[in-house]
């Protein structure tokens, strides 16, 4: 499957944005869907993910509070909502799929789209 995100802009520190990763074909009830983010020079970091299934979801201390993920199963698609948004929260976002839950690391996801640049100013 293809994971496309998209949504990402440039916004003011304490703004709001709301991502979307839609798939191209359809999303199992076994997978989980993960949202992860890249800084330049920085690794891939997890950022929050949600089980297709029970809609149960997970985040990253940096982002708790701040950030909302939620799941559409008509439209195939999953969602990350943040809010109070910071400077450091600049990144590319990804969007990957695993069947793990909680499951933090990079390396156990996989259909990685292209991401969506967001870029937050002070």
């Known amino acids: 499957v293809q994971l496309q995100a998209s949504g990402g802009g440039l916004v003011q520190a304490g703004d709001s944005l709301r991502l979307s990763c839609t798939a191209s074909?359809?999303?199992?009830?076994?997978?989980?869907m993960g949202w992860f983010r890249q800084a330049p020079g920085k690794e891939r970091e997890f950022v929050a993910s949600?089980?297709?299934?029970?809609?149960?979801?997970y985040y990253a201390e940096s982002v708790k509070g701040r950030f909302t993920i939620s799941k559409e199963s008509a439209a195939q698609s999953v969602y990350l909502q943040m809010s109070a948004l910071k400077p450091e929260d600049t990144a590319v976002y990804y969007c990957?799929?695993?069947?793990?839950?909680?499951?933090?690391?990079?390396?156990?996801?996989?259909?990685w789209g292209q991401g969506t640049q967001v870029t937050v100013s002070s």
């Open positions: 990957a799929r695993t069947g793990d839950f909680p499951e933090t690391s990079r390396h156990k996801y996989f259909d």
């Open positions: 074909g359809r999303i199992y009830s076994s997978w989980v």
């Open positions: 949600i089980r297709w299934s029970t809609a149960r979801t």
